[in-house]
């Protein structure tokens, strides 16, 4: 029978030494209750073992992820070994002597918990279970990892904060249980090392065991004592509890590896609602801060921001929910999983961030938000989350983030019926402020675009006005009364209706206002003043209602563009109509012109040309054309190509042969234009009538000119302001490089022109912001709208002629233009004055903003290339 003992051990014995570290910590908080684990006490004599300074031992490992509590605790059970009662499959399977008997302490929580489980989980895991309990506990407002026994009435506290810990049970070198922390540091203060010495010292003496209880028996208690066997441990995790724990042994290769982030266990639903005071928002910026666990099955977390009063019901300042149904009603990613919840409260509005990324993209205004957030305030939470952390409230800043003044936004879509502006300012001591509603034009000018809506807003009223061709329309002003407060907080909404604006203040109605100008023509919002914009407008636009389809150009037509329209003839259908506006999206007699309208009549199969101009208000006819061959059948899709050519605008449908519609048109009145209108004067396109668009676009030609003898066509080049991020700024650049191939002679001319909705010259189209001219070594400025030039005759004022004193031998030339506050700087060969000192600059009277489009024009210069156009920023231009 020793035979048989002895070959068992060294067989056990072999395994181990030829094990060579190969097991791995158990995670024992995977989700499962019972642990059964293989145990045998010969691997404490393998290779892992041989440096006793760094052997490792059997054991526990615990850590609390960054931002993890333990507040409800982590509770492990186990069958006795110590307690010395037979029975079950556990590691009490022999009697121990009353001597070495340890028993749980009476009336201690950790005993009930374990003796309240074993009803439920242990009955065949031994007769009576010991158990430990970790858990985290405020001590003087900080959280400590703190630690009970059911065998002890000692409180063990792990020290503050603290995230890595583990219990040793002993090794060669070392045979009572012992704690360590972070990198196996020793712990002061709970080491019961001396009770176990003493006892060692004491037991021949007959001591027992159970006077001497504490940490440094827990191996001895909860190892089996023979060579191999299961060890069953029971782990029960609060719902809340997010440390993880696991065991240790001698034969691991690796350390216990963090895991991510988890609370309680697998029939845990984590859950939330309680009040937590925050302190007191002032002025400024703070930020709540909320660090939880989302449940993997939540569908509805509340989280509100109240106002705490002590003489009335609490007032919500703001509310909303995720995954829920409270408004806004917020979906986002993450379920089950640690989130960082912070509310960034920016006075009278506030931002969600759901770890370190904002919530929408936007904004939240809760009602009533002028009032302010702000006061004595504490956050609600309910819901399926739990709390790591007690909600914070930190101060970002005293002072508000605004929006510099002037603001100016482009709308790159169409107002239609329905469309609102909100305006959410704070108003300063003066108290007064503009806000516009502005049609091709950011800021404003008498000749360029309109002022389709100017509310002026002082400390006692409101006053409504429109500005359009040249003047004020004093017959479409208005006023109305109201008294406004420095310092305090405003929304202005607009409503917008084809008949009328609708203006609201604080959420209450206004003034109903209206004027003659359409809606649609609304392309720029403009907020100036003594005022703080807290935001950018926000701007919901309405749907259109009416028949027909607006294509807003991204550029003007040029010769040679080819308009590609797609569409479908119903079969009731009549006819329809094409419009090539200018300055409008669609017709109307107040604004804008129709360079070219086309009525397909689809029962006479007729086309009828017309024009119309505003300034003439009547619509000319041209010829009659005849399309036989190109019929629309009725029911069927067609792709109609209009090309925009030298004399006029050819189509052809579905690639049949092209016919000409109609003829570049010149006024009735010769006094209103001389030259005809050209197609670059078409900004807009639109489609009315009995049929069905499904896309417009331009093809621009291929090559620069066309010149056979049906069709001829010859493209202007030009160089875009590209107004993306807004027009041409003060500061920004404009640079024009000429390449010689041969020496400046006599008699050469460098033309450089600056247009505002023009590619050319046009006495009645467009306007040039400004002309720069060369010619020999005379430099000239000049600008021309209202159908005006600035300086009529140069020969006579020479204020904007320059002598300049340009090397024959030049192999470059050099043109450096710069938009500043009062009009454009020059420098011409690195040189900004002229032979007599004089600066290169012209103020002209269109501002820098006005600039679209640059074009260069010369004669009598040979050069490598064509002229090359660039700007700073290098993406101005386009």
Not at 474 to 492: K, V
């Amino acid at each position: 029978m020793r035979l048989i003992l002895i070959l068992s051990i060294f067989f056990l014995l072999f395994t181990f030494i030829n094990s060579q570290c190969s097991t791995k910590p158990i995670w024992l908080t995977a989700g499962e209750i019972k642990n059964s684990i293989e145990y045998n006490s010969l691997a404490q004599c393998s290779p892992c073992m041989k440096n006793p300074e760094h052997a490792k031992t059997f054991g526990l490992s615990f850590r609390l992820p960054t931002d993890g509590q333990c507040d409800d605790g982590l509770l492990i059970c186990y069958p006795s070994t110590l307690h010395g009662i037979i029975g079950g499959d556990g590691p009490n399977i022999a009697a121990v002597k009353g001597q070495f008997k340890v028993g749980n302490k009476k009336y201690n929580n950790v005993t009930r918990d374990c003796a309240k489980h074993w009803k439920n989980d242990g009955k065949d895991s031994g007769s009576v279970w010991h158990g430990i309990f970790l858990y985290t506990k405020r001590v003087d407002g900080k959280r400590h990892t703190m630690m009970n026994m059911s065998i002890s009435s000692k409180e063990y506290d792990f020290g503050l904060n603290r995230r890595q810990f583990s219990i040793h049970f002993g090794n060669q070198s070392k045979f009572l249980t012992y704690p360590t922390v972070g990198n196996e540091q020793h712990v002061s203060g709970i080491d019961d090392e001396f009770i176990g010495i003493s006892f060692l010292e004491d037991v021949q003496k007959g001591a027992f065991l159970r006077e001497y209880v504490g940490l440094w028996m827990l191996g001895l208690d909860m190892l089996a004592p023979s060579l191999q066997l299961n060890i069953n441990l029971f782990i029960y995790r609060g719902c809340n509890c997010t440390m993880e724990a696991w065991f240790t042994q001698p034969t691991d290769s690796e350390a216990p590896i963090d895991r991510e982030i988890a609370a309680g266990s697998v029939n845990c639903i984590k859950t939330i609602n309680g009040t937590a005071q925050l302190g007191n928002i002032g002025k400024g910026e703070s930020a709540v801060n909320i660090m939880g666990l989302t449940d993997k099955k939540a569908d509805n977390i509340v989280v509100e921001l109240l106002r705490s009063s002590a003489d009335k019901d609490d007032k919500s300042l703001i509310s909303f929910s995720l995954w829920g149904h409270k408004t806004p009603e917020l979906t986002l990613d993450g379920k089950g999983s640690k989130q960082k919840f912070q509310i960034l409260i920016h006075g009278y509005s506030f931002t969600i961030w759901i770890n370190g990324k904002i919530l929408g993209e936007q904004r939240y205004w809760p009602a009533g938000w002028w009032n302010g957030i702000n006061g004595n305030v504490k956050v609600k939470l309910t819901g399926q989350m739990m709390l790591l952390e007690d909600p914070s409230l930190d101060k970002i800043s005293d002072e508000l983030d605004s929006i510099v003044l002037p603001f100016v936004k482009k709308l790159r879509k169409v107002v239609f019926n329905g469309t609102t502006f909100t305006f959410r300012v704070q108003l300063g001591d003066q108290k007064d402020f503009n806000i516009l509603l502005l049609h091709d034009r950011p800021d404003f000018h008498e000749y360029i675009g309109a002022t389709i809506l100017q509310m002026k807003i002082n400390s006692t009223k409101v006053v409504f006005e429109v500005f359009y061709y040249g003047k004020l329309q004093l017959n479409e002003s208005a006023s109305e009364n109201y008294s406004f407060n420095a310092g305090q907080a405003y929304e202005f909404r607009i409503d917008i209706f084809d008949k009328e604006y609708q203006v609201k203040v604080n959420g209450e109605s206004f003034k109903n206002y209206s004027n003659s100008m359409p809606i649609w023509t609304i392309n720029f919002l403009r907020v100036q003043g003594n005022v703080t914009l807290l935001v950018e407008p926000e701007i919901n636009f309405g749907a259109q209602q009416k028949a027909g389809f607006s294509k807003r150009l991204e550029r003007v037509l040029n010769y040679g563009d080819n308009v590609r329209i797609f569409f479908k003839v119903p079969e009731n259908a009549k006819k329809f109509q094409i419009y090539f506006m200018h300055e409008s999206s669609e017709f109307n007699k107040m604004i804008g012109d129709v360079v070219l309208k086309l009525e397909f009549d689809l029962n006479s199969h007729k086309v009828l040309c017309s024009h119309y101009l505003h300034m003439e208000s009547v619509f000319k006819p041209c010829k009659n054309t005849s399309y036989t061959t190109q019929k629309f059948k009725k029911g069927q899709s067609f792709t109609l190509q209009i090309l925009a050519a030298a004399d006029g605008y050819y189509g052809h449908v579905d690639e049949k042969s092209p016919q000409k519609f109609g003829q570049h048109f010149k006024p009735i009145n010769q006094s209103v234009a001389s030259k005809p209108i050209p197609p670059w004067a078409i900004d807009h396109i639109r489609f009315d009538g009995d049929a069905e668009v499904r896309a417009i676009d331009v093809i621009g030609a291929t090559k620069q000119n066309s010149k056979n003898n049906i069709i001829t066509w010859d493209r202007i080049q030009f160089t875009q302001i590209n107004d993306t991020n807004g027009h041409l700024k003060v500061g920004e650049r404009i640079f024009i490089l000429f390449k010689l191939k041969m020496a400046l002679g006599t008699h050469f001319n460098i033309t450089i022109n600056l247009f505002n909705e023009a590619l050319q010259f046009h006495d009645l189209i467009g306007k040039t912001v400004m002309k720069v001219e060369l010619c020999d070594n005379i430099l000239q400025f000049n600008s021309y709208y209202n159908k005006h030039w600035m300086v009529p005759d140069p020969a006579r004022n020479t204020s904007f002629t320059f002598t300049m004193n340009l090397a024959k031998s030049l192999t470059e030339l050099k043109f450096e233009i710069t938009a500043m506050d009062a009009g454009f700087g020059l420098s011409l060969e690195g040189k900004d004055e002229d032979v007599n000192g004089k600066k290169l600059f012209y103020p002209g009277n269109t501002p820098t903003w006005a600039v679209q489009y640059i074009t260069v024009d010369y004669r009598n210069i040979t050069l490598e290339e064509e002229p090359k156009v660039t700007c700073k920023p290098e993406e101005r231009c386009k």
